[in-house]
């Protein structure tokens, strides 16, 4: 099966239905001949919904007869990524409590004298929340600034 599956006639396709969008397409008129290595490729391209097709179930088997891409399959195409790439961003809150408990451990498990942990401590108490989230900013800020340690650090992560 893996020799059907053809990444130029999945191209040629996308690029097919694309120019059709939002129309269907007639199948069997777009590509002549068609046969068992398209029909392979548009029901590969159906599984990971970047095509819908109508099927013909006739006495030879599955047939299909029209086609159209999919929003998925328009950016899958596109240069940008499409909109599933400006919709698939991820917002991350914390809530104040949170940031603040995370910056309280970070400020115990550091390596500085135990008088300047604690003067860190309650002042990262006495924080209001929103002052906590331009805090946090600039620390995220500072980290970034190391760049080389913070791709370091990442790099062994992901490897794990």
């Known amino acids: 099966m893996g020799e059907l ?15 059709d969008y939002p ?9 002549e001949g068609g046969g068992g290595k398209l029909d392979v490729n548009l029901a590969y391209l159906e599984e990971h919904d970047l095509v819908s097709v109508h099927w013909h179930n006739g006495q030879d088997g599955r047939t299909p007869m029209q086609a159209s891409i999919t929003a998925k399959g328009l950016d899958f195409i596109a240069d940008d990524g499409g909109l599933g790439t400006i919709l698939g961003v991820v917002t991350v809150r914390l809530h104040g409590d949170t940031l603040r ?13 135990e008088t300047l942990k604690q003067k860190a401590i309650a002042k990262l108490k006495e924080i209001p929340g929103d002052a906590l989230g331009s805090l946090a900013t600039k620390a995220l800020d500072a980290c970034l600034a ?3 340690a913070v791709a370091s650090w990442m790099l062994a992560l992901l490897a794990t």
């Open 101 to 113: 408990d995370l910056l309280i451990s970070r400020v115990e498990s550091s390596n500085e004298d």
């Open 146 to 148: 190391s760049l080389p």
């Open 5 to 19: 599956l053809d990444r130029n006639l999945q191209r040629e396709i996308l690029g097919i239905l694309s120019n």
């Open 23 to 31: 129309q269907r397409t007639n199948i069997r008129k777009a590509f």
